[in-house]
């Protein structure tokens, strides 16, 4: 589950603040693992957390400008492409929110999250955290409602290394 306890938001968070974090932890929630679903992920729940001009990058800048699928800005439906090709891929996945930081003035979220990857075939002893941090922007739709409009992603560069070593091991073994 990706939620944070409820005594994390304190008894003086403006509504606003409320919105903004729940919008957040409800964007990485609709990413668990769904097996209900032939892709395994809720993409339509996921959308309904998003604006329609939703952008999705990566970085870190260098390890982005070595990886060409990473490159660039990405719609909703180009961030799915990228998940697609990455589930088949995953036995299983779950993310771990570890802190989250809210700026209602800036209508930005930083999340720390642990991203646990188990690659398709691979042990539980070789699950990998990727120990990420993801910026969502937010942008108000209705009065007290916000979505997210611009995410980047900042992932771990030796953790994708170690779960990529962990696919290639297995597709050799």
Not at 97 to 121: C, E, H, Y
Not at 124 to 144: I, R
């Amino acid at each position: 589950m990706a939620t944070m306890s409820d005594n994390t938001t304190g008894n003086s968070a403006t509504p606003l603040y409320r919105s903004l974090r729940g919008t957040a932890l409800n964007f990485i929630e609709a990413q668990a693992v769904d097996n209900s679903l032939p892709e395994r992920m809720n993409f339509a729940l996921l959308r309904t957390h998003c604006t329609p001009n939703f952008q999705h990058s990566w970085g870190h800048n260098y390890a982005v400008s070595i990886t060409p699928p990473l490159q660039g800005s990405h719609s909703f439906d180009d961030f799915v492409k990228h998940l697609n090709f990455m589930l088949p891929k995953l036995e299983s996945w779950k993310a771990d929110v570890t802190n989250i930081i809210v700026d209602p003035v800036m209508m930005k979220v930083m999340l720390r999250i642990s991203f646990w990857m188990q690659a398709k075939g691979a042990k539980e002893a070789d699950k990998v955290e990727n120990d990420l941090l993801w910026e969502l922007e937010m942008e108000e739709v209705s009065e007290g409602k916000v979505k997210v409009k611009r995410s980047v992603e900042f992932v771990d560069g030796a953790a994708a290394g170690r779960l990529r070593e962990v696919m290639m091991g297995i597709a050799q073994g």
